[in-house]
């Protein structure tokens, strides 16, 4: 993907209203943001400030880490066929691949890094990093 392309992933990205998202665990803050094309938005789980779990998924492919499993995972989305379940866009399935898409990490990297002055994405962005040296 061009650099401009990336640039303009990441600046369509667009926090999505605070009321509208549950989270998970009592204390802990979901952010979720939507880009400015279809099958494409991140989910941040926060508790004190610090990332407890982000899901990103763009055009049918998804990248996940959690604290809990501490590793990242990747896998593709139902997101492009449209049936009765996946006409929400808050619903959708994901097959984790069996090994991680080591391209499509360098793509969530090269976008979160766009938003880079913002402290949930500089987490995800370590994050990765950090998985990269493992």
Excluded: C
């Amino acid at each position: 993907m061009e650099n401009h392309e990336i640039n303009q992933l990441g600046s369509s990205l667009r926090q999505i209203k605070q009321t509208s998202i549950r989270s998970g665990e009592a204390g802990a803050v979901r952010l979720w943001y939507q880009g400015g094309e279809p099958y494409f938005d991140i989910f941040f789980e926060l508790q004190d400030d610090h990332l407890r779990w982000f899901q990103f998924t763009l055009r049918g492919k998804s990248l996940s880490w959690s604290q809990r499993a501490k590793n990242v995972q990747t896998g593709t989305t139902d997101e492009p066929r449209i049936n009765d379940t996946t006409y929400y866009a808050g619903s959708k399935l994901i097959q984790t691949n069996h090994t991680v898409d080591q391209n499509f990490v360098q793509l969530v990297r090269a976008i979160l890094q766009t938003r880079a002055d913002e402290a949930v994405f500089q987490q995800a962005i370590a994050l990765l990093d950090s998985q990269a040296q493992t």
